[in-house]
């Protein structure tokens, strides 16, 4: 008989999906947050159960739904690489929901608010089945739900500007879903499969007998940049900007902090389940990744120098470690697969934080999001002001900060690849453009506002804007407590990604 402990995949998607429905039909919205708080909660510790279930047995397992067994039907796949994404982006959507709570039920209309938790408990499903999934149709099918959930995130502040900006994102994200879908059929029709593990051998078959070798190449290439697309990959993240800057302050730190990450993992999931590191070096597609890495790390961050505006500066710094993520998956390696995911797992803390703290600023400092504007604004909020300060500390790279570690491991595996020179002058300069652009948005906070500006803040500020803010100081304080544990503590963690990721092949 089959564990229990492998049903609780299947049990956090239920209940995301679950809560989304509920919450559609609950009085109102803060109703419907308990309820989706609860939600993230449950899923954040079935997934350590499952953690704990495949780490200590050093175990993955395949869970068939349904009655069809392989080649046919539908599967999920159980890991520790699974499963500590899958508690990292249960905690993390709890977290960011907690940080901008405040800005949400002022920027959605009450009338809206349990629908938006609905669209938070479909990202949330859609993020678990892009981790979990074995059957590169769901993959899909949840792409197009993710899609179509982070577009109500950014329209849920209800202006002009974001409904063009969801559009925006709406149609880059289909051009990268339809591409996605070609590639797929494409290998469908010279594999005849979809689900992952009798599609892996099939692949291989393939490419062994020097059959279809231009279909292959032409679908993974298709995949690789449908995803590349929906996961912002220089040059494909025009998008991004406008979206994740003018949204709520939640939807900002869930569309950077966690729905990028969903596609990166599905993205890992093909490229070493499905095609393998050695045929993605022998295809070139490592060589590309390896290219627009290294351009998004240096041009989002030249983006991000010229903003203004706190969120947009943001949400350009997310190119640029996105472009770190896709760096790594470019070496081809091992070393530099593991190096991507724990970036991933720095930046899903990381950016979050940023985002809350950036919104939890501009509303002590009357609404305003320009750099100038928000002169002093860490003293009115001490806490906001020290989160921003140390998430930016960690997309720089010191140590003690998560950043710091994901850049090592960047390093250290660019190392007997013939790439290392390219690698280590790409995160130097992307590190010395991190520090042009924090470095500046943190002494502007901390500095010293003008009278006129004080007196500005203290005749616009609502007085409920300038009170203390339980959730936001809560949600704070645990994603600082993350990044110093991923900066200090990460043998361990990287202990579990290297187990995970040696168990999907």
């Known amino acids: 008989m089959r564990p229990f402990a492998e049903n609780f995949p299947f049990f956090c998607i239920f209940l995301a999906l679950g809560a989304g429905i509920v919450s559609a039909v609950l009085p109102g919205g803060r109703a419907a947050r308990r309820l989706t708080l609860t939600v993230c909660a449950a899923d954040f510790l079935l997934s350590a159960g499952v953690l704990s279930y495949t780490y200590g047995g050093q175990i993955s397992f395949v869970y068939t739904m349904g009655r069809f067994q392989a080649p046919y039907g539908n599967a999920i796949q159980g890991g520790p690489w699974q499963a500590l994404l899958a508690m990292t982006f249960s905690s993390v959507m709890g977290l960011s929901l907690l940080g901008g709570s405040r800005d949400l039920f002022r920027d959605v209309r009450p009338d809206r608010q349990p629908l938006y938790f609905t669209m938070v408990d479909l990202t ?120 994740h800057g003018g949204a709520t302050t939640a939807s900002s730190a869930i569309l950077s902090g966690l729905v990028l990450k969903g596609y990166i993992a599905l993205e890992i999931l093909l490229l070493v389940r499905v095609f393998s590191l050695e045929l993605v070096r022998q295809l070139g597609v490592a060589d590309v990744l390896l290219v627009l890495g290294l351009l998004g790390m240096v041009m989002g961050s030249v983006s991000a120098m010229r903003e203004h505006h706190i969120k947009r500066m943001l949400a350009f710094s997310s190119v640029a470690q996105i472009g770190y993520v896709f760096m790594g998956l470019g070496l081809g ?173």
Do not use: Q
């Open 333 to 505: 390696t091992e070393a530099g697969l593991l190096a991507s995911c724990f970036h991933v797992l720095v930046h899903a803390c990381c950016k979050p934080l940023l985002f809350c703290c950036a919104g939890r600023l501009s509303t002590v400092s009357a609404h305003h999001h320009s750099l100038r504007s928000l002169r002093g604004s860490a003293y009115r909020d001490v806490t906001a002001g020290v989160g921003f300060t140390v998430g930016a500390l960690s997309m720089i790279g010191i140590p003690l900060f998560g950043g710091f570690v994901s850049k090592l491991y960047f390093a250290s595996a660019s190392l007997y690849t013939g790439r290392m020179a390219l690698v280590l002058a790409g995160i130097a300069l992307s590190t010395v453009l991190n520090s042009l652009y924090y470095v500046p948005a943190v002494l502007s906070i901390w500095g010293v506002a003008p009278e006129e500006l004080k007196e500005e803040v203290r005749r616009d500020t609502r007085p409920e804007d300038g009170a203390f803010d339980r959730c936001f100081t809560l949600a704070a304080v645990v994603l600082m407590v993350f990044l110093v544990a991923l900066g200090t503590l990460y043998g361990p963690i990287t202990d579990v990604l290297r187990v995970g990721l040696a168990l999907l092949k």
């Open 124 to 243: 949330l499903a859609s993020l678990l089945v892009l981790t979990y999934t074995a059957d590169v149709f769901t993959g899909y099918v949840f792409i197009e739900i993710s899609t179509l959930a982070a577009c109500a995130l950014v329209m849920a502040k209800d202006t002009g500007t974001n409904l063009v900006a969801a559009l925006r994102y709406l149609f880059m994200s289909l051009l990268g879903s339809s591409l996605f879908l070609l590639g797929l059929t494409l290998l469908n029709s010279i594999t005849g499969y979809l689900l992952m593990e009798p599609l892996a051998p099939a692949v291989e078959r393939l490419w062994a007998a020097d059959a279809y070798h231009m279909p292959l190449r032409a679908a993974m290439a298709l995949i690789v940049v449908g995803l590349g697309v929906k996961s912002a990959m220089y040059p494909f993240h025009l998008w991004l900007p406008d979206a």
